[in-house]
């Protein structure tokens, strides 16, 4: 009884994600990186627009793009995976002005670190403003302190594994039974085992365009199969985090 209680609160939070600050309207939200992936966090799969207010792109110099949900998935990739080595190649950090919605150059940024306003893949939120004013304002209204890009990014870096640990404590909690079940209901598994690709954004997309699952399932129901399939069928959580996490 206890574990259903918890999986019904935590897909009602997920319900009620369609509504957070972050959200905008797809049409609202800036997506720089291309092909059939490009509305997918590339690191946890999170749909870009439902996190847009928070996210961060890199822009390489042969002109491609890569965007994340937020600065955690920027850092998580920089020190531990696809951008580690490729660092020299990077033109451009973008983040989301809250204000005007446009993507902005993030070392020119103020961040607001530390609001009371909730973060995504953290417990200590991030946003991010072309403007001084326009984060004096939002610090006025919602507490935290002004920071560099620079200085963020080193928060975000620190925050990391305790990030990491409070992420996995809601997934053991919710997200893998809901993944599980969705795709036992909702899947032919032996389609969706069959699927490989280089990231989770990439997963996400690959599990929807298959036939391998209904094709009515909503982005919270595809996110709870995709991380299930990619965390604990592939094992790709332990792969990467299990001796940070120990």
Avoid at 23 to 43: H, M, R, W
Avoid at 209 to 220: E, F, N, R, V, Y
Wanted: proline residues 1%.
């Amino acid at each position: 009884m206890k574990k259903l209680l918890l999986l019904l609160a935590f897909m009602g939070s997920l319900m009620a994600a369609d509504m957070m600050f972050q959200s905008v309207e797809a049409d609202k939200a800036t997506l720089l990186q291309k092909g059939n992936a490009k509305e997918y966090c590339p690191n946890c799969g999170m749909h870009l627009p439902k996190y847009y207010k928070t996210s961060h792109a890199v822009t390489f110099k042969d002109g491609t793009s890569r965007q994340f949900c937020s600065i955690h998935c920027l850092v998580d990739e920089s020190e531990m995976g696809f951008l580690r080595d490729k660092k020299e190649k990077i033109a451009q950090i973008l983040v989301t002005d809250v204000d005007s919605l446009k993507m902005v150059d993030a070392k020119k940024a103020f961040y607001v670190v530390g609001s009371k306003i909730k973060g995504t893949m953290t417990g200590n939120s991030k946003y991010a403003f072309a403007t001084k004013a326009g984060a004096e304002a939002f610090m006025a209204q919602n507490g935290g302190k002004i920071t560099t890009f620079d200085e963020a990014y080193d928060i975000a870096l620190k925050d990391f594994t305790n990030d990491m640990k409070m992420m996995k404590a809601k997934r053991d909690d919710g997200v893998y039974a809901m993944g599980k079940d969705a795709m036992s209901k909702f899947c032919d598994e032996t389609k969706v085992m069959k699927i490989h690709a280089h990231n989770m954004g990439e997963t996400k997309q690959a599990i929807k365009d298959s036939g391998a699952c209904k094709a009515d399932l909503t982005d919270m129901q595809l996110q709870a199969i995709t991380l299930y399939y990619w965390d604990v069928k592939l094992d790709n959580f332990e792969k990467s985090y299990g001796k940070l996490l120990k």
